[in-house]
């Protein structure tokens, strides 16, 4: 997903894990946390476009990746923080990275959960960018950031981000499923034969669908 839908995700991971403890700082490093997955583009500045891509959504895209770098920016964070729980930290960082994967596989470009194995996951029921998912979780986020770190409704509004976002990926999930039916279904109409098919979400939205169909001799 796009980079202010991650740092949103990220922001609102943050708060889950560690908001009632240390407030608005937990959104802070939730977003910078879940933006560092992003930061293998760096790659296409020493490589080959084709050979970035391959290592773009790899190793920072992996369960790998977040199990043995969320301990190490822990420790980076408590030399200078006031708040000094390693296991929270942690829990923070591994959240943040995590989820940014986990989202980024619902695209139609999908990420190596996996790595080192080369398997990309790609669901591909939602684009790169979806306004009906982060402009909810936006306005959530922020009525969150504006209540105190003890406040019921911080959390409420927190959570709903995330229960609200997180119900939208479902239901784009039962949307693929139908534009797969109806795909299908003319296909057999015409006669068609096909050995494979892939649906996706036009730009911007889960309303409209395409299909990549591949049959004997031609897509």
Do not use: C
């Not at 790595?115 to 969150?144: C, E, G, H, Q, S």
Request: overall charge positive.
């Amino acid at each position: 997903m796009d980079s202010l839908t991650q740092i949103v995700l990220g922001a609102a991971v943050g708060e889950a894990v560690l908001g009632k403890k240390i407030g608005n700082k937990a959104m802070l490093y939730g977003a910078i946390a879940g933006t560092i997955p992003d930061l293998d583009v760096i790659s296409s500045f020493f490589t080959d476009t084709v050979t970035a891509l391959e290592i773009h959504r790899g190793f920072t895209h992996s369960i790998l990746f977040s199990v043995i770098f969320a301990p190490i920016f822990a420790l980076v964070v408590l030399k200078f923080e006031k708040y000094k729980n390693f296991k929270d930290w942690t829990l923070l960082f591994f959240w943040a990275f995590i989820t940014h994967p986990i989202l980024d596989a619902q695209t139609t470009w999908g990420t190596q959960l996996f790595w080192p194995l080369d398997i990309r996951l790609a669901f591909k029921n939602v684009f790169v960018v979806d306004p009906l998912y982060t402009i909810p979780f936006i306005i959530f986020v922020l009525l969150a950031m504006f209540q105190k770190r003890t406040s019921k409704k911080r959390k409420t509004y927190n959570n709903l981000g995330l229960i609200i976002s997180s119900s939208y990926l479902a239901i784009t999930l039962i949307l693929k499923g139908l534009s797969y039916k109806k795909f299908t279904k003319e296909l057999n109409n015409q006669n068609i034969i096909y050995s494979k098919i892939a649906t996706k979400p036009a730009p911007l939205n889960t309303i409209l669908w395409s299909a990549n169909v591949e049959t004997k001799n031609s897509f």
